[in-house]
């Protein structure tokens, strides 16, 4: 079957939790190659700093075989084997047109 990543977020108070939801509304807005889309998310719990209660918030994205950029840069770090200097280039301008859409996703 399908593999899935989770990100898990603890909220200790109501405004972590507003935080939380907003960053899963804008997750699940962004249509865009370089940007992994959203699966599913829910919540469970009440964030409440007063009673030391906290909820968690969960995004499931998918799972890629290869794992992220970090992961690649560090297993070529070890083996002494950088990227060239074209595929640089592309990861970058690619990384660029993310952050551009998102920067125009939280500005509509």
């Known amino acids: 079957g ?8 603890t909220c ?3 405004e972590d939790q507003n935080l939380a939801t907003k ?9 865009h190659p370089n940007i992994v889309r959203v699966v ?3 919540t469970s719990g009440t964030a409440d700093i007063v009673h030391n209660t906290t909820s968690q918030v969960v ?3 998918p799972l890629y075989s290869r794992g ?6 560090e297993r070529r770090k070890l083996t002494n084997s950088p990227l060239p200097q074209a595929t640089l280039l ?6 660029c047109s993310a952050v551009k859409e998102l920067h125009h996703s939280t500005h509509r």
């Open 90 to 95: 592309s990861i970058f301008s690619s990384i």
């Open 40 to 42: 599913g998310a829910a």
């Open 23 to 31: 960053e899963v509304e804008i997750t699940r807005s962004l249509e």
């Open 59 to 61: 995004i499931v994205f």
């Open 68 to 73: 992220s950029l970090h992961d690649e840069l």
């Open 12 to 14: 200790h108070s109501v």
């Open 2 to 9: 399908k593999k899935y990543a989770m990100k898990r977020i």
